[in-house]
């Protein structure tokens, strides 16, 4: 192989995107809210786009109705069309009209705004401040504002509000061990204040707060009044893992407690928070505009109409479309709003052409998953972007761009438009079987098991092909750990009966923590 320098020709083919199908890309991936947000900023930078105001109560319907796009106004009689052309500039200089008189604001100086506008900036701000929600107190600032009912010497407080401030979001202390937190250099007495303000840390409220593991967090709530505070004790102290795993007759075994007692221990222990700063966490729902809405006509066929209300309608200024021609404009300002005109015509064509996209990708998803809108989910169809693409005449890429962070609202509920787009298998019968309609059987098959003798995942695939669906048993597998459903040892539920547990019974293991299922079931302490 021979390593040089040099220069050569070669003729390759290169698919390079131009500035207008980047641009008209970006806008058809935008959901609603952005793009409106899109538009209002292209109208604060661009000068050349206006919106064009509907008077909604003199014609609702006809408001309601109309696009979102406006062509340019129709040209008068005497002016002749605007062309921006660069081979031919002259056709775009030869009409000129009395700008300064028909569009007086534009010529007025802004330049230095008057007292009253600056007061009315400062009101805005004002009503804009006093209007904004106040923020919850975290969980630092509950537990420091408790600390002021206790008579702390500066040190030790000091100390206490340095834990306060390494616990996590669920109110767990960071590091289990207190020489960490303090560094290498600590001492004896250092870490003694340490282990005083822990103390002091674990009897604020809520209760558990300051734990270092989930054991510690459910012993400090723990009070001697309540019932069956040694059974709890000793369960959560020793045989915390056997409660997650359900291994209750092996509990029974070793501890001499009755399969009854337990039950009922495991109850209260339900009760308990494992964590306890979760209530403190700021849950923020992002909002759900539907992009999209499905409505069922006369016939009993589904059309799709866009959410058009909230765009503002645009048009190209006139102003700026007459001053362009006028011969008395610089160069500058000339090639300022050609580039200008150019923008803002880019952005109308995009909007109508995500428009019509998106109207047609929708219509032809909501046809194929008929059967999804009049019967219910457990009917959704095997779909694919390819076909859907293949039916509108588009690339793959498109359709998903479409789809992307798009909701519809339908009849059954507002839904993301991703969710129509699923693999599928095929039944005994040949047809073919949406993968959540395989989960949504999975789920019923499950739920309606013997609790007491729950179905293994092969017994699970023996029963999904008595209903016509055949799939592998790592598949069963997989849909069951997405569901978050334990497997058939950790969902088995122990009959609370009195009586000598056998070995047998005490080597099987049970449910998992997070899935409990009836009163006689499963231990939740995760």
Known sequence: ???????????????????RMIQSMEILQLPILALQERIEQEMQENPVLEQVEVDPDLVPEEAEQTPEIVPPEPI???????????SKPEADFERLVEMDEQWPEHFEDHSRPSRNRIEE???????????????????????????AWFDLAPPLRAMCERIIYNLD??????????????????TKADLALAEQALAVVQKLDPPGVGARDLRECL???LSAGMPYYEELRTLITNHLEDIEQNRLPAIAKKTGYSLQTIHAAL?????????????????????????????RDEDGNYKVRLEEGRLPRLTISSYYR??????????????????KLNSAQWLIDAIAQRRNTLLRVAQAIVDHQKNFLDKGPEYIEPLKMQQIAEKVGVHVTTVSRAVDDKWIQTPRGIFPLKRFFCGGTVSADGDEVAWDAVRLKLQEIIANEDKQNPLSDEELVKEL????????????????????????????EWSAVMGKVSTKSASSPGASPSHSEGSSGTASVS
């Open 322 to 339: 007459r001053l362009l021609t006028d011969p008395q404009t610089n160069e500058q300002t000339r090639e300022y709003i050609k580039r």
């Open 121 to 147: 900036e400062e009101q805005r701000h004002h009503d804009a401040m006093a209007n904004l929600m106040d923020r919850p107190p975290s969980l630092q600032d509950y537990l420091r504002s408790q600390l």
């Open 169 to 186: 979001s669920n109110g767990y202390l960071t590091t289990k061990n207190l020489q960490d937190l303090l560094g290498p250099e600590a």
């Open 267 to 295: 109850q209260e222990l339900r009760k308990l928070n494992p964590k306890p700063g979760a209530d403190f966490q700021e849950e923020f729902v992002p909002p759900v505009t539907p992009d999209i809405y499905v409505e």
């Open 76 to 86: 008068a009689e005497g002016e002749r069309e605007l062309v921006i052309d660069e």
């Open 1 to 19: 192989m021979r390593l040089s320098l040099g220069q050569e020709m070669r003729q390759v083919q290169k698919q390079i995107l131009a500035p």
């Open 219 to 221: 012993l400090l709530q």
């Open 465 to 492: 092909a008595k209903h016509g669906i055949h799939v592998a048993r790592r598949t069963v597998t997989k849909y069951r750990k997405a569901l978050r459903i334990p497997s058939s040892r950790q969902r088995r």
